[in-house]
């Protein structure tokens, strides 16, 4: 399921989405991530400016920047250094429902597990929402990971769950408004 789930979110990112962002929101995650690539928190207003609609890009003091914190656009840079930033979201969801599934299998059972994971995969909403340049599939993956984290560390696991459970809230923290 997991694996269909990949192949089918990707495919919308690559062909629905021709890999390219669909709302101003995208567009300004993925400005943001083509800056931090670069190793920018800003870049100079350009000279026709008027030619780039964005109403969640900021103008200030000459420079441009995303409005938005910074977690999904630091996310996204691995897929800009490599080509392919429109396949990032599609990986960090398939991996947010594996991370749903080992919860469940943790909190409750396996029968409920592959329950959880199939519905997650079965869901529109979900997979148009990790085809895009959106946040949410990033939060969720931070968030989902970090729970799992956190539930290891109380559950009696290796103390290294709690600082990764913390790192991984602060990235959620980072990448969606509270």
């Known amino acids: 399921a997991l694996a269909c789930s990949l192949v089918f979110v990707s495919w919308i990112a690559l062909v629905q989405y021709n890999a390219e962002p669909h709302i101003f929101d995208a567009s300004a995650y993925l400005f943001a991530a083509k800056m931090y ?16 609609p964005g109403p969640f890009m900021v103008r200030y003091n000459g420079q441009w920047f995303g409005q938005y914190a910074p977690g999904t656009g630091l996310t996204l840079v691995p897929g800009i250094w490599l080509g392919v930033p429109w396949l990032v979201e599609p990986t960090l969801g398939t991996f947010a429902l594996l991370g ?14 592959t329950v959880a994971v199939l519905l997650g995969t079965l ?14 599939a990033v939060a969720l993956f931070y ?6 984290a956190l539930l290891r560390f109380a559950q009696g696991g290796a103390k290294w769950n709690m600082p990764v459970s913390a790192a991984l809230f602060g990235m959620a923290g980072l990448t969606r408004d509270l």
């Open 37 to 52: 690539a670069l190793g920018r928190f800003s870049v100079p207003i350009p000279a026709a400016i008027d030619r780039f």
């Open 100 to 113: 749903v599934g080992l919860l469940a299998a943790r909190l409750y059972d396996r029968r409920v597990a």
């Open 123 to 136: 869901s529109p909403f979900y997979s148009y929402l990790a085809a895009s340049y959106l946040s949410h």
């Open 143 to 148: 968030f989902v990971w970090g729970t799992w």
